[in-house]
């Protein structure tokens, strides 16, 4: 990766989606969107416009959260948290199919490869990611501290890489699809891309 500082890097709309029943009614206070934003905006380096919702578990507004924020808001990078599990409530990961041009499984396979690190019950989630026009949407878990295991993925005591998390992978994707270029903090989460692909930016 370039050595680059911030005022040279591209704006990147960000939307992040926090999807409670309990959450969205004022029951508790929510906490997936200050962890995707909190996380995120240690790991961005570009600048960044956010777009938040904070909604019930419920496939068709989901659905329709996703749509207004890649048709209407024009966000290249979509984060949700929050229903991805086998309960009755659960549909995030439908209502994200609905809107989906195209699947892309590898992210959701490598988010349960790390959690199963913790718990067994990894196997449960049912987290995907799929393209929509020329934005990624991806499907996080919904506890702070999963969020930011599946982001940055898991290190050893020297600050390793032991499990690379799926956001090493997300710039580039976004690249392919026609976003904007994205860099990141490597003492965050180092983005991979092949060399052929990595820019100078000048600044």
Known sequence: MSAQVGTGLEAVRIGVVSISDRASSGVYVDKGLPALQGWL????R?????????????RDGIASTLRELVDVEGCHLVLTTGGTGPAPRDVTPEATLDVADREMPGFGEQMRQISLRFVPTAILSRQTAVIRQQSLILNLPGQP???????EGLKDVEGRSIVPGI??????????????YIETDATVCAAFR??????????
């Open 145 to 151: 501290k999963s969020i930011a295991e599946t982001l």
């Open 194 to 203: 092949p060399k052929s692909a990595v820019r100078v930016v000048q600044v």
């Open 41 to 44: 905006g240690l790991a961005v």
């Open 167 to 180: 956001f090493a992978a997300v710039p580039y994707c976004v690249d392919l699809i026609g976003g904007p």
């Open 46 to 58: 570009n600048p960044i416009t956010w777009v938040t919702r904070l909604i019930p578990d419920e």
